[in-house]
């Protein structure tokens, strides 16, 4: 009698702990078996292959406003198609609560872009730009009822930031109900500063992005995002750290004992600032904050990885098509790169990055590598066990990889909305290839065999990571 639905026999499994050789039966969406000579109706041989984790991406913008005549690149269907290309099960993007707005509209918009329209499973954060009394007292504890348990806040942008004061109610607000607060942590006034005077001196082409943000402005906003969340007593998580400096900060924090947590990103491992400096506006391409940095920024972000003091690895996928006015090229950005949309693609090229630079060329090992690209953000967001992992009882998300596969990216076997990828030219050595999200293939050998609605969305636990909520009995 046929026990399994699916059965992935002879690989090599991996998870954040351990290695080991065995086949994997599947039925109803999830892992029921880890043993050897599984028979089942369907077969996915894995000989000479790693069975990873699915990865999950906890940092990415897919339809997000975006600002006046720009449009983002994504929408739900290619965000997650191009997201399952890369070995990806899970993304989690961001429902923006725009100034004067609900939060509760913001997502219920979200949903309307997204549900049925998803292959990979998809879990949404809240971005908090307008703090108001009915949002903190009454709309947010109900929606971390609901499973929408972290949100971001953010200390620079003009139509974002939150001064201290409004970062303290939030973050008292996450105390109050055990949410995850996170953190874009930069400063915003210097920032203005900067800006003004490179405007004012002619210095306006993409380049100069980098230059009004230097590392000063990413070490100082962290450090006081700590202080306050010390002041509060509630956990935080700085994301898209781009140096050592600013990281520095955050393991400060850390051997204080104090739960702050951090991510980096593929920009900060293998792009510089010199990347910027394109002729005309290819610059444009790479227009990201934090900026890329120098090579010896790179070398103190692979030290945070290994060291932990990194927690997850994300893309922030935020894509913007280059050969449009609705993009990259926007009138506006001629005239300063203060206007260019900022952000760029990486959710398909995340993982391979990773990958190649990092468990072919030795610097850190597969286990790291499962860690930090899944099951550390299936536990951070209220995910795990269910997401994260490949154990009995665990949804069957799973990533098939060619670890030995040579491939050099390339916007034409990409798959994401935008016109571009600033990795373009790059080699990688190892690559997924099969794809499979609660028991269904997605991908299969490269090749797209899922459909629009074979992702879901998925409601979250209160994070482990997270302040325990405050009981009002």
């Known amino acids: ?56 991406d906890s940092h990415v913008h897919v339809s997000q406003p975006s600002g006046p005549d720009i449009i983002m690149a994504d929408d739900f ?22 100034k004067g707005n609900s939060m509760r509209q913001a997502i219920k918009d979200d949903h309307g872009l997204a ?15 307008d703090p108001t009394e009915q949002l903190l007292g009454q709309d947010l504890p109900a929606l971390v ?27 008292s607000a996450a105390r109050r109900t055990g949410a995850l607060v996170m953190v874009h942590a930069e400063n915003y006034d210097a920032i203005r500063f900067m800006t003004d005077k490179l405007e004012s001196a002619g210095n306006i082409a993409p380049y100069y992005h980098a230059t009004s943000r230097p590392i000063v402005v990413e070490r100082e906003a962290p450090h006081r995002a700590i202080s306050l969340a010390e002041l509060v007593d509630v956990p935080l998580v700085v994301v898209h750290v781009s140096n050592g400096e600013a990281m520095e900060e955050i393991h400060r924090a850390q051997t204080k004992g104090l739960k702050v947590f951090a991510e ?21 391409k790479y227009v990201c904050s934090p900026p890329p940095r120098d090579q010896e920024s790179q070398a103190a972000c692979w030290d945070g990885i290994k060291r932990g003091v990194f927690d997850v690895f994300s893309s922030d996928h935020c894509p913007f098509r280059y050969d449009d006015t609705a993009g990259k090229l926007v009138p506006k950005g001629r005239t300063s790169f203060r206007w260019v949309p900022n952000g760029i693609p990486g959710v398909e090229t995340r993982l391979p990055i990773l990958f190649s630079e990092g468990v072919s060329k030795g610097r850190i090992d597969l286990n790291k590598f499962v860690a930090i690209t899944s099951t550390n953000h299936a536990k951070m967001y209220g995910l795990y066990p269910r997401k994260g992992t490949i154990s009995v009882g665990a949804d069957a998300d799973i990533a098939i990889w060619d670890a030995n596969r040579e491939v050099t990216i390339s916007q034409n076997i990409l798959n994401h909305g935008a016109d571009y990828t ?43 990571y997270a302040a325990s909520p405050v009981s009002t009995a």
């Open 77 to 98: 269907a290619s965000a997650t198609r191009s997201a399952a290309f890369g070995g990806n099960t899970t993304i989690m993007p961001f429902c923006l609560q725009e």
């Open 115 to 129: 549900d049925g329209n998803c292959y990979i499973d998809v879990s949404f954060h809240m971005i908090i730009s």
């Open 264 to 284: 980096t990103c593929p920009q900060y491992l293998v792009l510089t600032e010199q990347d910027l400096d394109g002729l005309n506006m290819e610059g444009a």
């Open 145 to 171: 009822e609901d499973g929408y348990t972290s949100f971001k806040i953010f200390m620079t942008y003009d139509d974002l930031k939150l001064d201290d004061r409004e970062i303290l109610e939030v973050m």
């Open 422 to 464: 600033p990795y373009e030219g790059m080699k990688v050595i190892g690559w997924p290839q099969t794809t499979i999200v609660r028991g269904k293939c997605v991908v299969r050998n490269g090749q797209l065999s899922g459909k629009p609605g074979d992702g879901i969305y998925l409601e979250r636990d209160r994070s482990p």
């Open 1 to 56: 009698m046929t026990t399994f639905d699916l059965v992935i026999p002879g690989g090599t499994v991996v998870t954040a702990s351990d290695i080991f050789q065995c086949d994997v039966g599947i039925r109803d969406g999830r892992i029921v078996s880890l043993g050897h000579s599984l028979a089942g109706d369907h077969t996915i041989d894995a000989s000479d292959r790693l069975v990873l984790p699915g990865g999950i």
